[in-house]
C-alpha cells in the first residue's frame, strides 16, 4: 500500500467527520442567521409600534391644528360681523393685550364705555362661537 493512502473504514470514517463537520457549521450558521433574524424582527416590530404611537400623535395634532383653525376662522369671521368701534377695542384687548385704561385713553372715551363694548362683544362672539348656554 502506498504511503499516502487510506483503508477505506478510515476514509469513510473522515468522510462521514467531514460531513458532519459540514452539517454542523451548516447548523450553527442556521442558528445565527435565525437568531439575528428573530433579533431583527423584534426591532422592527419596536420601530413599528413607536411608529405607530408617533403617527396617531400627529393625526391627533393635525386634528387639533384644523379644529383650532376653524374655530379661529369662525371668530375671525364673528368680529367682521361687530359694529367697527366694538371690534377694534375687543382685538385691542384680547388679542394685543392692552388694558382697558389704555384703550379709553388712546380713543378718548370713559372707560365704562369701553366695558360695555367688550360686554357687548363677549357676549356676541360666545354666542357666535356656540359657548353661550
Not at 470514517?13 to 460531513?19: E, G
Not at 393635525?62 to 369671521?77: D, F
Amino acid at each position: 500500500m502506498e504511503r499516502g493512502s487510506l483503508k477505506p473504514y478510515r476514509a469513510a470514517r473522515l468522510r462521514r467527520s467531514a460531513v458532519s463537520g459540514i452539517v454542523e457549521i451548516e447548523l450553527s450558521l442556521s442558528y445565527r442567521a435565525g437568531s439575528n433574524l428573530s433579533q431583527s424582527m423584534q426591532s422592527i416590530r419596536i420601530w413599528w409600534r413607536s411608529y405607530r404611537v408617533a403617527l396617531c400623535s400627529l393625526q391627533s395634532a393635525m386634528t387639533r391644528v384644523l379644529l383650532g383653525k376653524e374655530a379661529l376662522e369662525t371668530l375671525i369671521a364673528a368680529l367682521h360681523e361687530l359694529p367697527t368701534k366694538t371690534a377694534a377695542i375687543s382685538s385691542l384687548y384680547h388679542f394685543d393685550s392692552v388694558p382697558q385704561v389704555e384703550i379709553a385713553r388712546r380713543l378718548a372715551m370713559p372707560i365704562s364705555t369701553v366695558e360695555k363694548h367688550l360686554s357687548r362683544a363677549n357676549v356676541y362672539l360666545l354666542e357666535r362661537l356656540g359657548g353661550a348656554q
